[in-house]
């Protein structure tokens, strides 16, 4: 069993984490202690607007925090200069925004193959990754012509959503971070998604912390969190 505490057996460590939005709205957000075990899938809920996909930019090195520390794999984000810190992101971190952010002009495929080339460990655990990839598609549901030949421009938002579940999943990361990735989904992609999400999180023994507001997906998680338990928020407008 992993032991909690030792931040060489936990996929996430956040201590004392404190980061805030300045502007007109002022958000903060405070996180004194959260632990994601290696090989834990945690699902995160909060209220809209919370700060869930705050707290995952933090985490995934995409914002700095103010101060305090976010560790992933035993790495502290903060000791490292922002390109190593995009290098950790796209070797460690199967990433899935909630806008998606693929490149509109690039097929599916160069857009789902894009994290493999700044992560040459990744890429060499996925073998051949145009197959890889294509196998990753087939099993989500989503046409080889359209993939390899059309734009994700030209891809409908569910399918543009499960494009961006394949370039997270490609490579088994040892950790994937999902920020709503079935909103868009129907109800059976919904369930191709969350059958593979699972396999490739078993077969990479990778970690897991999602943010959904769909409570019926929270059985497949070994524990629920909400955003409120870990974290103190503050908001104030200037007038
Ligand atoms: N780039 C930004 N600049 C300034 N404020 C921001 C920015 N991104 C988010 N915020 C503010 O941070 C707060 C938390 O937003 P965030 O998107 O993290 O919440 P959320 O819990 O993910 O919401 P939802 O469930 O609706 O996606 C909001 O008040 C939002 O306005």
């Known amino acids: 069993m992993t032991k909690t505490g030792d931040p060489f057996d936990t996929a996430i460590d956040l201590r004392d984490l404190r980061f805030a939005w300045s502007g007109r709205r002022h958000f903060s957000l405070a996180v004194e202690r959260f632990e994601l ?25 995409i914002n700095r ?69 294509l196998h990753l598609t087939d099993t989500l549901g989503l046409p080889r012509d359209l993939i390899e030949h059309g734009t994700a421009a030209d891809l409908s938002v569910g399918q543009q ?43 990479a023994g990778a970690s897991l912390l999602m943010v959904s507001h769909d409570d019926r997906l929270s059985g497949h998680f070994d524990r629920a969190v909400r955003l409120e338990e870990i974290a103190t928020v503050t908001r104030s407008e200037a007038a």
Do not use: W
Not at 177 to 191: G, W, Y
């Open 37 to 61: 075990r290696r090989g834990e899938a945690v699902f995160l809920q909060g209220e809209s607007g919370g700060g869930k996909t705050t707290l995952l930019s933090l985490i995934c090195g």
């Open 161 to 203: 959503q499960r494009v961006a579940v394949a370039r997270a999943l490609i490579g088994q990361p040892p950790l994937i971070v999902a920020d709503e990735p079935t909103s868009a989904l129907d109800a059976s992609a919904q369930a191709a998604f969350v059958d593979l999400l699972f396999d490739q999180v078993r077969a």
């Open 65 to 133: 925090p103010d101060s305090g520390q976010v560790r992933v794999d035993g790495t502290d984000l903060g000791a490292l200069r922002g390109g190593a810190r995009d290098r950790l992101r796209a070797e460690r971190i199967g990433v899935i925004f909630q806008m998606f952010n693929l490149l509109p002009y690039a097929s599916p495929l160069d857009n789902i193959l894009l994290p493999l080339h700044f992560a040459p460990e990744r890429r060499a655990r996925c073998g051949a990754p145009r197959e890889a990839a």
